[in-house]
């Protein structure tokens, strides 16, 4: 069965720090999609990223890095040079065939940045 | 105006109360979703409609009721709700592009059940 792991609980770094967040998937499909969200405290869920499972490439948008690694099973997303308005829960999610492509989502990381 | 919109944001209601949460996308999306959020688990998804038809039923309760009456609008009807169905209620909607859906989520409606 597909399964979404985010073992970081709450992480809290000092503003201007790299912080990583990690997330291992399962599924059996060949053909799946991953996903990143960010959930600040106002509660609404911010999509942040696709990638399907034929794009291994890494991918930078400004201050934010993904590292998509099919032979560790990883999705892993990194935020460079910190900020306060980065703190918030960030969940990572995967979409298969099994799934008949409705999300499976990991139990969130809470992400602390202070000042 | 925001892209998906819900109300009420807060909601406190009794055990024999009948409420019901209001969802409206203006995204021109054909999907559209209920997920209910509880502190220390996982998004569970409730319940989904493509072009106005249901197409998923994750085991919801019967005091959870949906209704879908257009492609953006989405309403959850609640009855003889239990404590343990407090917890936060998000609305999401997407435009099915059979890619691994890009949901688009509005903020929430944090209900309260005494």
């Known amino acids: 069965a597909q399964k979404v792991t985010q073992a970081q609980t709450e992480i809290s770094v000092v503003e201007k720090e790299d912080v990583t967040l990690d997330c291992v998937y399962e599924?059996?499909?060949?053909?799946?999609?991953l996903f990143w969200y960010k959930q600040p405290p106002s509660g609404e869920l911010v999509f942040l990223i696709r990638r399907n499972s034929f794009d291994e490439q890494n991918e930078i948008s400004g201050r934010y890095s993904w590292n998509f690694q099919k032979s560790t099973s990883s999705f892993n997303f990194t935020i460079t040079a910190s900020q306060v308005v980065d703190s918030a829960v960030y969940f990572c999610?995967?979409?298969?065939?099994?799934?008949?492509?409705?999300?499976?989502w990991g139990a969130g990381t809470k992400l602390i940045i202070k000042p | 105006e925001t892209g998906v919109t819900q109300t009420p944001r807060h909601l406190v209601m009794g055990m024999t109360n009948k409420k019901s949460l209001k969802c409206e996308q203006h995204l021109g999306h054909n999907a559209m979703y209920w997920y209910k959020q509880s502190a220390k688990k996982p998004l569970e998804l409730m319940f989904v409609?493509?072009?106005?038809?249901?197409?998923e039923n994750n085991s919801v309760p019967s005091r959870f009721s949906p209704e879908c009456p257009n492609s953006s609008h989405l309403f959850l009807h609640l009855h003889t709700l239990q404590p343990e169905d407090s917890a936060l209620y998000l609305c999401?909607?997407?435009?099915?592009?059979?890619?691994?859906?890009?949901?688009?989520f509005g903020s929430g409606t944090q209900l309260s059940v005494l």
């Open positions: 599924t059996r499909d060949t053909t799946y999609y």
């Open positions: 999610a995967l979409s298969d065939m099994d799934s008949n492509y409705q999300l499976i």
């Open positions: 409609y493509n072009f106005k038809e249901q197409t």
């Open positions: 999401a909607s997407s435009p099915l592009d059979r890619e691994g859906e890009k949901l688009f």
